[in-house]
């Protein structure tokens, strides 16, 4: 078992920045992936991160504009989200699994309760 906690949420205006974190604890895992959660839509993948060599893959719809990295011990995950923009409103959940290269949210075996963003016009 993973256990995730998400924290960093909050209202900011577009074009600000926030930074997310979710702590990890429990069972060694392979992927660490942040996702995104808009009411009416499918989950969204926006970045991956393979625990062996911190290599991440990124969603083109957060490509340049989001950073996700990791502590030395790989104990907690950041996502640094620059330039935001109204769509990227939503609750983002950071998740895990044991396979590298899955991107769809069922792929993914443990996930924290959620932080929620909104970006204001």
């Known amino acids: 078992q993973v256990q995730l906690g998400e924290s960093g949420g909050g209202l900011v205006q577009a074009g600000g920045s926030l930074r997310l974190s979710c702590a990890a604890s429990?069972?060694?895992?392979?992927?660490i992936a942040w996702f995104r959660q808009v009411p009416g839509k499918e989950r969204e993948g926006l970045s991956y991160?393979?625990?062996?060599?911190?290599?991440?893959v990124y969603a083109d719809s957060v490509k340049g504009r989001f950073t996700m990295s990791r502590d030395h011990a790989m104990n907690t995950v950041y996502l640094q989200m620059n330039n935001l923009k109204p769509e990227d409103t939503g609750l983002y959940y950071c998740?895990?699994?044991?396979?590298?290269?899955?991107?769809?949210?069922?792929?993914?075996?443990?996930w924290g309760q959620g932080t929620q963003v909104t970006v204001s016009s």
């Open positions: 991160m393979r625990s062996t060599d911190g290599s991440v």
């Open positions: 429990g069972s060694v895992y392979h992927v």
């Open positions: 998740a895990t699994t044991q396979f590298w290269g899955m991107t769809a949210p069922e792929e993914y075996d443990f």
